[in-house]
Every structure is written in C-alpha cells, then in structure tokens.
C-alpha cells in the first residue's frame, strides 16, 4: 500500500490557480495567513517559454504543446440524455480546438484577452423578465426553463469589479452607459474607468464609431459605442500589489486558433498579475504538476479537512487546511465536488422534464452555434493582415442591443437578452496560414477540386494586404438555463488514475438561434449606414440546426449560487450575504468551502464569455474567506452570530 504524504496544515488551500485562485491566494497571503495554491501543470515563463517556441502554428494551433493533455483527463459529450456521450480523444480543428489550461494561470496563458462587464439586467434577469413580460414569459419561450438570479445585484458587485480590473490591468474606456450613473439600471455603469487606456482603433472601428453615433437604437435613443475593452495592457502598469505589467508589443501571434501566449506578459493572468505578490509576501506555497483528485471531508461530513493530489511522480498527497477555495474551472470544479460526495448530485428526469439536487445543474455554453441566422457586407477599407495588433483590441462595440435594451414585446419568433455587437479589431491579430482559416478546404460538391493546388493560390493572392474587408455578424443571443443541460460523471469512462471523467449533456437552447432572426436586422441596418455594399441577410436558422459537439473554454452554470437552496448549491451565506460559500445542507451551519460559483453561474447576458464576471466575485469570495477565518479564530460561528 503505497504511503500517503502529510503536507503541512495552513489556513487557505486555493484549488487550481487560475484568475480566480489568483486573487484569492494573494488577498489572503498578504492579510497574513499560509495559502497552498495547487495546479496540474507548471509555472511558465513567459520570456523562457514564450519568447522563441510561441511562433508554431501547428504546435500551438493544432498540437496544443501548451495545454492539458486529454490522456491524463478528457470529458465526454451528448446533446441529450437518451444518447451515449463520446470521449474527446484529441485536439481537432474543427471540431474540438479549445482546450484546457495548464498550469499558474490557466486557460488565459493563451486567450484573446477579450472582456466586458455584465450589466444590470443581467443579475436580475429572472426577476426583471418576469416583470416586464409576463411570469411565464421565460418557460413559454425556454423549454423546462431553469432560470435563476444572482444573490446580489450589479452595484453591489460594482466595487469588486473596480478592484479585479486594476489587478489585471484592464483596457477600455467606460462601456456605453448614456449617464454613467448608478441610476442606469440597463447599462453596465462605472464609478471608476477602466485603469488602462484602450488600443488604437484601426479605420473601420472609427467608421463604425461615427456611423452609430448618428443613429437611433431600437430603444429610441442614440447608440452610444465605446472601445472594445481588452485584458491586453496597453501600456506599463503597476497594480495595487504592485505588480509591474510589461505592455503589448502588437506582434500578431495573439488571436487565432485558441490564441498565442505572450512573450511580455501583458496578457493578463494569474501568473502575472496576482501570483508574484502572493509568493512575495512569504506565505504563500505553490504546487505544481499536481493533479487534485479529492476533497476530504470529515466524519460529519459537513467539513472539508483535506485536498488530496498526485504529484508529477505519482506520489499521493494529502494537503489539510482550514479554508478550501475551489477556483478549478468549469466542469472541473464540478467534477472534483461529485467525486468527492461534496453537494448533492443533480439528476435530472427526462419523464418530467425537471431534475433534482444542484451540482452539475444549470450548464450553458458562452460560446454560440456554429451556425445560426447572420448578415454580411463589404465595406471599402483596406488593412494589413500581416502579423500585427493583437487579438482584442482597435474595435468599437455598443451594448445597445443587449440585455433588455430594447423592448421585447411582439418579436417573432420571441427570445429575450441580445448581442453585443461592434466592429473593427486588428486584421493581423493572429496567424492563419495551416488551417482551415488559411483558406485549404477539403473537395465538396460546390467546389469538387477543394481549394487546394492552384485553387489555393488563388485564395492567398494579397491575402495580406486586402483591399476590401468584411462586415458582419451572427448575433445570437443568450444561452438560457434548463433542466435538461447538466454536468455529471461519466459511468464509462475514466482518467488516468481510475476516476470517473465528467459527462457534458448539452445543446443550445431555442433563445439563441431566436434571437439572431431579430438583431440581424438592426446590424443591417447599421451596415447600410457604413456604406457597405452587398448587405445580405441569410436564411433563416431555426433551434437546433446545430448540435453541440465539443466544450469551450466558457461553459458556464453547474454550480450556481443564489437564494434558493433548491436550484443553487449556496443557501444561507449566499442569500444574506452574496458570498460565494456552499451548502449542501440547509442545517448546516459555517461550511468550510468556496468556490468560484462566479464564473459558473448561470446568466443571460453574453457581453463577455464569462471571466470579466468572474473577476468581482473572486474579490467578494476573498472578503468571505477572511470574515469566516477571523471568526473561526475567535470560536464565533459567523453565520449564525
């Protein structure tokens, strides 16, 4: 029987350390007490292990030399629960090209840095739909509807957005709240802007700034268009820890297939914008290549006392602590509580079209269909697609047609939310010369001869140096929430060690494909404004045209928290307080575990693909984390006193 390491006893134990580890990790170490962050793979450098092997498409694009390898861990898929749920066995294009970080700072090692807040509406979209439309609006249009709000609503979760963003640095100027007050209830006000300026915006973001500008909204008002907002530093930085950031070079490997690290660390992450701090307050320990493979709980079982982990050799460890942060990502997260018996499992009934328990419950996707209602155009500007730029900045964006921006009332087919729709962006913001982007396609039955050979040639003359670009969009609006979307374990498959992988059963819901068939007109509209010539408006893509078959980066839901114990996986703490701490009981009473149910829980607003909403929350779980600490050191039950 092979021994058990005993790692030292410390205050915090922060699971994965990833953005929201990061920030929990470092506000705790640096109020004085022992955090043990641990992660499945290494701490990068971005000047060793950037600087010279970042320029590989195939490795990067395709082989994924960065990222979690599947044999270690991978997950399964279905569209339904009568389906057998399959295995992703690689890292394709494209099917499956989004992978899994690895390593101090996750999946933002390499992303295109794109953010933005949600707003209002979005925190209350249960309550406010209803309002606004009927109390059966959202099931008539959501089939076995699972929709829930937040515990807080978005200007009580304002200052810890004002804090996350000056931690990493964030670029933008204001989001396009008319009044930038606390009065917008629609709009993603700000008591503070954005700390970084945002990029240089290139000739079609100007034009698109200056067309909208002189148009009226669906609401009635002029749009109000503001720079896309970027976690890719502008310019040198130092944060509130101070942590000095190094600014965008602008050197095109940035965007593109699963994005490029960079080689100046300005974009933003973890491992260079929080960790640093943590390590240099002297108490903080950090675990690399360790793969977390349980949460102990004690005989009550209403304690978490111990993480257990494999390290890179094998060897099996057990890492007791007071406090256990799960900043794990996505189904991660979820997968480490069900193997644990942390919670109480969601099953779901297919015979009533409803489910009970709450981990696992509540999965969307903030990605979209790869298909679905679009409008296009051409406008007559030139650009350099050579490498250069980056893969979130120069564009310009309204947040006009978002949310409940606009009434919903008689829109056929009806959804509800909207898009946040913009234009411009570097067209050299990433590579695209090996893949299916770079303009190689297989022999179809429009084209029997594919473009390869001379057909691809073609397709790459002044592909560089284009001439004319592109306008348009496929506006879906958001995934909403049902029963019948959940996360669970696999009773087929398993992990390298033995255990249970996790089961995604998914598919987009009706919302989305519904509410392209609307805003495509508006976006026509503001395309003929532009001057673009050949506005086209697609046919029509009804729900399920598409079929989820592979995970994004951005699912979301699944461990949800909020003021009902019977949807959510927090009761009494998240209900009275907004703090992210979990109950699977509603008797019991200071549970010692958080979890980063921020970037899991469920919204209807698709501003950003969910880590800009996921930065306040880390704040407010770090606030948590240290009132639970200092009462537990007094022997005052904090929840109950």
């Known amino acids: 029987m092979s021994t058990v390491i005993q790692e030292t006893p410390v205050d915090v134990v922060c699971l994965g350390v990833g953005f929201m580890s990061g920030v929990v990790a470092t506000e705790l170490a640096l109020a004085g007490n022992s955090v043990v962050g641990i992660t499945k793979g290494p701490y990068w450098d971005y000047v060793n292990d950037y600087s010279t092997t970042k320029y590989d498409e195939w490795g990067v694009g395709l082989g994924r030399k960065y990222d979690s390898p599947l044999p270690l861990q991978s997950t399964t898929i279905r569209n339904d629960s009568s389906q057998f749920a399959l295995p992703v066995r690689r890292y394709t294009m494209p099917i499956q090209y989004h992978a899994l970080g690895h390593g101090v700072g996750g999946a933002a090692q390499h992303y295109g840095g794109g953010m933005g ?18 109390a059966g609006f959202l099931a008539s249009i959501n089939p076995q509807d699972d929709t829930h709000d937040w515990p807080l609503t978005y200007a009580q979760y304002e200052p810890y957005y004002v804090e996350w963003e000056k931690a990493h640095g964030i ?26 300026p945002p990029h240089p915006m290139t000739p079609l973001a100007q034009l698109f700034q200056s067309t909208v500008q002189g148009m009226t909204a669906p609401n009635g008002q002029k749009y109000n268009p503001f720079p896309s907002v970027s976690a890719l530093s502008s310019q040198p930085y130092t944060n509130q820890y101070g942590v000095a950031v190094n600014p965008c070079v602008y050197d095109g490997y940035c ?25 240099k ?121 978002m949310d409940d921006n606009f009434s919903h009332t008689n829109i056929s087919p009806p959804f509800i939310g909207g898009g946040l729709f913009g ?30 050979g001379s057909a691809f040639k073609v397709t790459q003359q002044n592909k560089y140096l284009p001439t004319k670009q592109s306008v348009g969009a496929t506006p879906f609006a958001p995934d909403l929430p049902t029963f019948m979307n959940y996360i669970d374990l696999d009773p087929h498959y398993t992990d390298a060690y033995g255990d249970p992988v996790s089961r995604l059963t998914y598919d987009w819901t009706p919302n989305t494909y519904n509410g392209a068939t609307y805003l495509v007109n508006q976006i026509k509209a503001i395309l003929t404004q532009m001057g673009a010539t050949s506005v086209t408006v697609g046919a029509t893509v009804a729900p399920y045209s598409a079929h989820n078959d592979w995970w994004g980066h951005h699912l979301r839901g699944g461990l949800r928290i909020g003021t009902d114990p019977n949807a959510g996986t927090a009761t009494a703490w998240a209900a009275l307080s907004g703090y992210n701490q979990l109950y699977y009981n509603s008797n019991t009473s200071g549970f010692n575990y958080f979890a980063a149910g921020e970037i899991t829980n469920t919204t209807g607003n698709n501003a950003t693909a969910g880590t800009h909403a996921a930065g306040p929350q880390s704040y407010r779980a770090a606030e948590g984390i240290k009132k639970y600490l200092a009462n537990v050191a007094t022997n005052v039950n904090y929840l109950s006193s």
């Open 117 to 134: 807040r949600f707003g209002p509406w979005a925190y209350e979209m249960a309550k406010r739909t209803s309002s606004a439309y009927g």
């Open 171 to 196: 670029c933008g100027n204001y989001n396009g709240s008319p009044t930038n007050s606390s009065s917008d209830v629609n709009y993603p006000w700000m008591s503070q802007n954005y700390p970084l």
């Open 255 to 279: 965007g593109g297939l699963c994005d490029y690290a960079c080689e100046t660390g300005a974009k933003a992450n973890a491992a260079y914008r929080t960790i640093p701090a943590a390590i």
């Open 281 to 401: 307050s002297g108490n903080f320990t950090l675990v690399t290549n360790a793969y977390i493979y349980r949460l102990e709980l004690n005989p009550s079982g209403n304690q978490v006392v111990a993480a257990h982990y494999y390290d890179a050799q094998g060897n099996d460890h057990r890492q007791p602590g007071t406090v256990f942060f799960n900043g794990m990502w996505g189904y991660n997260m979820v997968r480490l509580m069900l193997l644990s018996g942390l919670g109480t499992p969601y099953v779901y009934n297919s015979g009533t079209g409803t489910g009970t328990g709450t981990v696992g419950r509540g999965l969307t996707n903030g990605y979209t269909p790869y298909r679905g209602t679009n409008v296009s155009g051409t406008v007559n500007i030139g650009g350099n697609s050579y490498p250069a730029g980056n893969g979130s900045g120069g564009g310009v964006s309204v947040f006009d047609l």
């Open 423 to 452: 234009a411009g962006g570097y067209l050299g913001g990433g590579p695209g010369n090996i893949t299916f982007a770079g303009g190689v396609s297989a022999p179809n039955a429009t084209n029997p001869n594919g473009a390869m």
